[in-house]
């Protein structure tokens, strides 16, 4: 009976910590190219602007459609408020992400993918107010 209630009482406190190191995410489209459309070489790209242990965070998923692997390359990048873009786009900045015929990934607070689908808000703009939205730069998706 100990070893119920032992059981029953982890699953609890396991559930309460998980939300409340992170918010439920609403996921946006990336708008990948200037008609709006998230969906590139049958890859949906997604970002969701939430908090982990009270920063503010955008995560990103990848969702490939298509029955093959797919390598998607790219630089992040935001959209501010007043419309500035600003973008990573240093050689050492560039992601480099293998998705599986028909998976998707994404980020959350544990963050431990390979490639780092958790982008610190604070390294594009110093207060959430000046966030508009999260984007790719020189995006490329290819066969693996």
């Known amino acids: 009976m100990t070893k119920k209630i032992t059981l029953v009482l982890f699953v609890l406190l396991l559930f309460f910590f998980k939300n409340f190191a992170q918010t439920n995410s609403v996921w946006e489209k ?13 890859v949906e790209a997604l970002y969701s602007l939430t908090k982990c242990n009270n920063d503010d965070v955008v995560f990103i998923k990848f969702i490939n459609h298509n029955d093959y692997a797919v390598q998607v390359e790219w ?7 007043d419309l500035k873009w600003i973008k990573k786009e240093n050689l050492t900045d560039k992601k480099t992400l293998t998705l599986n015929a028909n998976t998707e990934m994404q980020g959350d607070c544990s963050d431990t993918n390979t490639i780092s689908l958790k982008i610190p808000l604070k390294d594009f703009v110093n207060d959430k107010t000046a966030f508009k939205r999260f984007s790719t730069s020189n995006l490329e998706i290819s066969k693996k």
């Not at 990336?30 to 049958?42: C, D, E, F, M, T």
């Not at 630089?75 to 408020?81: G, I, K, W």
Request: glycine content about 10%; proline content about 0%; cysteine-free.
């Open 30 to 42: 990336i708008h990948l190219n200037s008609a709006g459309y998230n969906i590139v070489a049958g």
């Open 75 to 81: 630089y992040n990048a935001v959209f501010t408020q």
